[in-house]
């Protein structure tokens, strides 16, 4: 986050421009003026929000918009407003900005408008704003300069806010925003750049601005504006009914990801990020020269409205908007409406925090059960994205804890809130089950619930979902869980192989009773500080679980998982059928990933290794490049390089990428195939015999006792069989036994050759 400074003066222009429509051309100074946009590389937050935009942005009338999201018709107070021109109270502001719009001290000739919109307004209408010290703040021309000419090499601010009153002491953060407003400036001097003759010098804006103010005194009032009469209370009711039918209509596909509009996108996103759960939703406005632009963001769409609303045409309509702005409540503005209240902190014996908010520590929740968790110290938040899965997890006290009730939940919690598709089962649902069935190492959930559907909401009227169940309606859900510990770095060669093995049996568990866990990650693996004789691990996390279908997989979906650990068929980045083979992978991965050697830093040689592709991975086909290269290899230290204390786990680890070369046999390129293990093909026989025989007397599905079974003849008999084929491969009769890859490698057999490598 990038501290904004509060300028310390927000005074009118010292001059008095006149109008002369043989106005001399501007002459930039080359070293003041804009660069070129093609001439520096954008920042990648921009490129990021550009994608972003192209996937979910629509543009929706502003009607629509305003009596939406605003809860007013656009035009409500249009007819009174107009006086606000006419009566002289704001021409000075709209006339500075006018002339200087395309300069850097276009911000604070916005500001000075707004707030002056806003102060006349109230006293014009006679209505009192619900956050009555809302204000208007431009960043300095200097700033706005420097940002300027610095073109794509940073990311732009916003260049006017919406703030608190009380933040106006000195800095402010993304949090303390109300409404991010960003201008479009192709000149990066100011005012005070001109010189003599910048008086002498205006814009197009400018000359609109006199001829429009000419009109205004010419032609009689009621002439003079055509929207006056919308304000009727007949009229109302009808924009209200059109904006109503509208909502059920599919949205215009029509998408603006410019220069501007990723800008805008941005602000919102640090707005959203940095207030860390505590707001639902952003807006933002964009103004370029006369036209206004209004966004709404939130998670599962982004809506914008036409470019071409002119605030000199309609100034009216233009101040009844400001004036809908600043009349939002809290809960209007995003505020999180789950929280009954908040407290103050314990360290701090002030008042409460105050909307907006940059955490919600201090809320307090209550659940369906009649809990009531006080929010602590956030733990973890995700920021990245504007629409989708947004997850916050922060630490948590029982505030009206029970006895006898309550015993059995711990102190120390943590609660956890995550927008995700209405669609998709809950989390706890998965876990509720997993421990019903008795699978160790899963979570505890206490409380649970969902709160509210976004697409419900009074702001969630307008159609924003997509038209592919990928991109739907999101629920806000929440669910506190016991506090534990991250398992980073906690892994020793003691542990090694016992953790990798309870982690493949609790998945293997899993998918027994039908779910796949999806998410196999170093993040997704914790420790339970309950159980002080040894790490006691926490398979965590199960916002991406889903349920397999008879055949022991799941349906069609996108891929799904952290994107260093997928396995590879899940970094092709096709829609797929998930199933245990691929949660095995992940587990596979995370168990390479533990033992490699990663260091600090790569040479610019060192960039061209499969390691550096996969540690510094940005995108799915770094992961399946390292994967190919992995399974085209004959050892694992050919492609990675294993830390010393790992180093005896080696033929390990080559066994078990043996095993998903075989799975993965029909997916990888030629040249990753050809490679063999005798040891892995001898084992795999085995077992295929072994789930062969046993299918044959109990049918498909083999039962706990079965699984040990078969683990405890893989025991007594692995190194037989690992001696036997290397005997084999001398008279090469692997050759002629025909492996059959995929069919023959499913679920359970891949199941226990994983087991049996880490038994034997």
């Known amino acids: 986050m990038r501290p904004r400074t509060v300028p310390s003066s927000t005074s009118l222009l010292l001059y008095t421009p006149t109008f002369s429509m043989d106005s001399k051309a501007m002459v930039l100074d080359p070293q003041l003026e804009a660069p070129d946009p093609t001439l520096s590389p954008r920042p990648r937050v921009l490129e990021d929000m550009e994608i972003e935009l192209d996937r979910y942005a629509r543009e929706i009338p502003l009607d629509t918009f305003v009596q939406a999201f605003l809860g007013v018709a656009s035009d409500k107070w249009a007819a009174p407003l107009e006086q606000l021109l006419g009566d002289g109270l704001v021409e000075p502001e709209l006339r500075d900005y006018c002339f200087l719009a395309h300069m850097s001290d276009a911000p604070e000739r916005v500001a000075d408008l707004l707030n002056a ?65 960003q201008i479009e400036m192709t000149d990066a001097r100011t005012y005070d750049d001109l010189g003599e003759d910048g008086a002498d010098l205006c814009s197009a804006l400018y000359d609109k601005f006199i001829m ?38 599919a949205p215009l596909a029509v998408t ?19 207030s860390r759960g505590s707001r639902q939703h952003a807006f933002g406005m964009v103004l370029r020269g006369e036209h206004m632009q ?16 002119s605030i000199l045409d309609d100034f009216g309509t233009f101040a009844s908007i400001v004036v809908a702005f600043c009349s939002l409540t809290e809960r209007q503005w ?7 209240s908040y407290i103050p902190d314990s360290d701090s014996p002030a008042t409460v925090p105050r909307f907006p908010r940059p955490s919600l520590t201090g809320a307090l929740i209550k659940f369906d059960d009649d809990r009531t968790y006080c929010v602590e110290d956030r733990i973890h938040s995700e920021p990245a994205a ?19 009730v309550d015993d059995h939940i711990p102190e120390n919690l943590v609660i956890k809130l995550s927008y995700v598709p209405c669609w998709s089962e809950p989390e706890w649902s998965f876990i509720l089950d997993a421990n019903r069935a008795g699978i160790q190492h899963m979570p505890e959930v206490f409380s649970w619930g969902e709160f509210f559907r976004v697409s419900e909401r009074g702001q969630g009227r307008v159609l924003l979902l997509q038209r592919d169940v990928l991109f739907s309606d999101r629920a806000l859900r929440v669910a506190v869980f016991p506090e534990y510990e991250p398992f980073l770095g906690m892994i020793t060669p003691k542990d090694y192989v016992r953790v990798i093995r309870e982690l493949a049996i609790s998945l293997y568990g899993l998918h027994k009773i039908g779910i796949l866990h999806r998410d196999v990650s170093e993040n997704n693996i914790m420790v339970d500080p309950r159980h002080a004789d040894q790490p006691w691990l926490v398979l965590n996390d199960f916002d991406l679980a889903i349920r397999v279908q008879p055949d022991g997989m799941a349906p069609w979906t996108a891929f799904a998982g952290t994107r260093h650990f997928l396995s590879y068929r899940a970094s092709l980045q096709k829609p797929m059928r998930h199933s245990l083979r691929d949660d095995l992978e992940a587990l596979f991965t995370l168990a390479l990933w533990w033992a490699t050697d990663v260091p600090h830093s790569f040479t610019e040689e060192e960039l061209a290794t499969p390691l550096a592709w996969w540690v510094l991975a940005k995108g799915e086909p770094e992961v399946r490049a390292f994967k190919e290269a992995l399974y085209a290899s004959a050892r694992v230290t050919d492609t990675v390089p294993l830390a010393a204390d790992f180093e005896p786990f080696a033929p390990l680890l080559d ?14 390129p030629p040249s990753a195939v050809v490679v063999r293990n005798a040891s892995l093909d001898a084992l795999l026989i085995q077992v295929q015999r072994l789930a062969a025989a046993i299918r044959c007397i109990h049918g498909p599905y083999l039962s706990d006792s079965q699984t040990r079974f078969l683990c405890q003849q893989f025991i007594e008999t692995f190194r037989r069989a690992i001696a036997s084929a290397a005997q084999s491969c001398g008279r090469g009769i692997l050759s002629r036994l025909q492996i059959r890859p995929v069919e023959i490698v499913d679920d359970d057999v891949l199941a226990f050759t994983f087991l049996a490598t880490l038994l034997a």
């Open 334 to 340: 995003g505020h999180l409406e789950i929280v009954q």
């Open 294 to 309: 209004l966004w709404y963001f939130n998670p599962i769409g982004i809506v914008h409205t036409p470019q071409e609303f």
């Open 256 to 274: 603006d990801t410019s220069p501007m509009a990723q800008l805008i996108a941005k602000q919102a996103r640090d707005v959203l990020a940095y």
């Open 212 to 249: 429009c103010m000419y009109s205004r005194t010419s032609v009689p009032p009621e002439s003079r504006s055509p929207i006056s009469s919308a304000a009727t209370a007949e009229m109302e009711n009808a924009l209200a009914c059109e904006a109503e039918t509208a909502d059920f209509a």
């Open 386 to 404: 504007i629409v989708g899965r947004r997850t916050y997890v922060y630490n948590t006290v029982l505030r009206n804890r029970r006895e006898a």
């Open 117 to 181: 919109i806003k102060k006349h307004a109230a006293r014009l209408l006679h209505v009192a704003y619900p956050i009555e010290d809302l204000c208007f703040v431009g960043q300095d021309p200097p700033d706005v300069r420097e940002q300027l000419l610095n073109g794509g090499t940073v990311a732009r601010t916003a260049d006017v806010d919406a703030i608190r009153r009380s933040d106006c002491g000195g800095t402010y953060g993304s949090e303390d925003v109300l409404l991010p407003i």
């Open 655 to 668: 066994l078990l990428v043996a095993l998903f070369r075989e799975v993965n046999r029909r997916l990888l």
